[in-house]
């Protein structure tokens, strides 16, 4: 059957045309759900063609809207060297080994070359050459599809977005794809591209991004950058990451209707490439049986049954197979009592096998494309069982909460955090002591991670572009993004403010006000109480506690506090229980091997035969014992064979579904259009989101002050800055008022400046500074000469009720507020005071623009000391009305 546009839409329309009446609603088009549907239609309908196939087909040359910019680049050989050598040090001699080699992952097929894709918006493009071409926001970006299938062209729809939402560059690596290109191919492809990178680049530039496969190859990129004492970038985004391919938590063995992967994993109908020979195969190559199978029918040894050469596993039903025991499930090898023993943890040696339902079954074929079943548990393919993952820049982490792989993502983000606390289990520890994974457990601090598990989504849900929860997604992505490049580079960072632009703000929503539920089918959640929505581009991120920000978001952008550790499946599993194969998954793995290779019994058979008569005819060798995978293209090169990559054809069908997905891109950029505005305004992230800045903060001179009726600025620009969110981290809820204000008055010695000269401070100032005797948080309104003030300037320790931004208290009545020899501005005008500056630079009131003279201020203290003294009461006259600053200036107006 032909895999073609035609027919893929043949398959996936039905599901679009049955879609209801979604009026009035933001996504009119298509509904989430239908999305959904669509996605699951097209892996069902792909799964019953080859690999090939499915890579030709999502391979496909997509045009790019005329507004993003695209341009092309080689990654040069001495940084792919560089990468070789990076991961060979992180391999070692033992894992070298395992892997088959040190040289055959590094081919790559005649003529071809490892390239990569700039993406960005023309206008910011063009922008930025006007500025002298420099980037300070670039986002690397691994593409996802299983490690099998895939592409930058499928995937630019999305990329562009991220691109458009930061105002960055979007560096996307065409790294090859498994099974002919296997683990670690396609981690040397984008290592190399991240190693290019950082000659262009300074890593605090620099933001890694991935989805699923992507998700987990960027992981394991700086767990090699981190051990090998690289330059690790600003932070990273692992959208729905990829990281157990063991399969080994709850969640993948349960019922996820809310998810579009394929419970059973993924099955291909048979080809060269997939596949790959099992057990059985190699071991009559090496009994040199493949000469018999080139001129005779397929023969089967005799410990091989029909049904084993078919399916490509062994059920053993002896009687006694059900006195395994039960402490095989834990992963150690045992024997049943009939000569066999069960193997549930990966690794070499035996097959993998597993008790399931009293008899034992021993896994011959290979189940994951991207790693042999020996390696999957390897700690650069399944990074779930790194020995500690401290010590990495700040993590984004985005779980659906539908989707199958949600638990290992919930356990990668405290993991991180909390490293200690979530080991690998004994068997992986012990097996390599020579390099010391115990001693790792300790050796990194924790890492910075946010967690979002988005409820009853699905499995990277921002594939749904064109979907209302998928764009609070984008949004959030951005956020984290400005935060964490400010930080790196310890500098405020412009981003576009898009509130007058984006559809979704401009939109209306279906069930706005539906309170949230517990979830069905997804996350096992409780109502909580809502602590506000997700933050966009330059909203200031929330405080880290324990280096972790838990939230759970609903379809509507709202969030919650995430469950306790104690109340997630994911944070109670066992450390022994990771990395240990599940009877649950392999079962629904052999139920549909028996599906396929039933239905393709004949093609697998035809395969099988040639593949027999190709290894009597010999393949090239590598030499130095290199031994690639079963499934390598590498090991399978046969002299004369042509194993050029095949020419780009335009697919009408990913062209509509990256026009569907670039939709609400396209609107915003008109939008931006219409709705520009003179008004520039940048928001300080200090005083929070919608606040405005002093209008005489010579920062903003040359800037127009907001009117006051406006409820929000209208200005499309704002800076991000750090607001040290991962600083006190372990404070929390349960930290006692006692040491918060230890905290505070110790951070507040750290940052205050040194202590003012009575002669020198402004008449602005209190003469008579509020006291709050004994507690701190005394709420006694200050008296200056016995008169109680309505306000506070000086005094830190009063509550925030107490303080203005101004105040005249204690000026007697003849002193004038504006002293000669200064304007109304603000601005000295008198030679004689010009080093006045120098004097009142660290008074609150120079941050006014308000200036004294240290003479005014010795003779208005001598005349309230002497009227106290006399027991006369000081009156403090009402300044001039334009020296006041009122509410509606400098504080947003609700709507």
Known sequence: MVFNTATVGSAVTPAYLKRKSHAQKPTAHISYD???HLIRKFLIYASHHTVEDVQRFTAQWVPHPRWVKVDELRIDEAYIKKSAEAIQAELGPHGIGKVGGSTWWQWRRPGSELKAEWIEMRDDYNERKKAGGESKRVMLYVHGGGYFFGSVDEHRYQMQRHARKLKARVLAPRYRLAPQFPFPCGLHDCLSAYLWLLTVQDPTTIILAGDSAGGGMVLSMMIILRNQGLPLPAGAILISPWADLTHS?????????????PPHGFHQRPSASWPPPNTDDMLQVEEEIVKKLAHTEHALSPQQSESDAVQGFHVDHHPDADLVNDTAATGTATNDGTGHDANTVPGPGHDLSILIDGSLVEIKDQIQMYATNQLISHPLVSPILQPSLGGLPPLLIMVGGGEMLRD?????????ANPAKYPPGDAFLDEHPREKHREQITKWKPTDVQLQVWDDLCHVAPTLSFTRPAKYMYRSIAQFGAWTLARAQKTDIEITYDDDVSIISKSETDDEDE???KNTGGTTVKTGKKEGYVGKAGDPLPNFKRHMIRQRVDRHG????????????????SPSEIGVIKAGPVKKWMAAKREWDTKYASEKRRIQKQRAKDMAEGYREFGNGEVPPPSALAGRRKTGDDLKEAKKTRSMGM???ALWGSKHDEKAMNNEKETESPEVIVVSPKTGDGSKTHPQDENQASMTVPKPEASRSRSRRRTVTDQHQTDNSDIDENTSAADLIALRKEHAEKESSPPLDPSNVAPQIL???PTNEGDDFDRRRPK??????PFSLANHDASASMTTLESTAGVPPAADVRTPGVTESGVDDDDAFKDLDSLVKDSDVNDHGIKGRPKDLAEAQKKEELAVENGEVVSAERPPLESFQTAMEVLPVAK
């Open 34 to 36: 239908e999305g959904l």
């Open 249 to 261: 938590f709850p969640s993948v063995a349960g019922n996820n209707p809310l998810d579009y992967i």
């Open 408 to 416: 290992e993502q919930i356990y990668l983000a405290h993991k991180a």
């Open 515 to 517: 309170a949230p539920t």
């Open 558 to 573: 709202r969030t919650y506090g995430l469950e306790p550790e104690s109340e997630l499946p994911a944070c109670n599993l």
């Open 655 to 657: 062209s509509l579904w």
């Open 767 to 769: 003469v008579h500074s």
């Open 784 to 789: 200056a000469g016995g008169i109680a003030l």
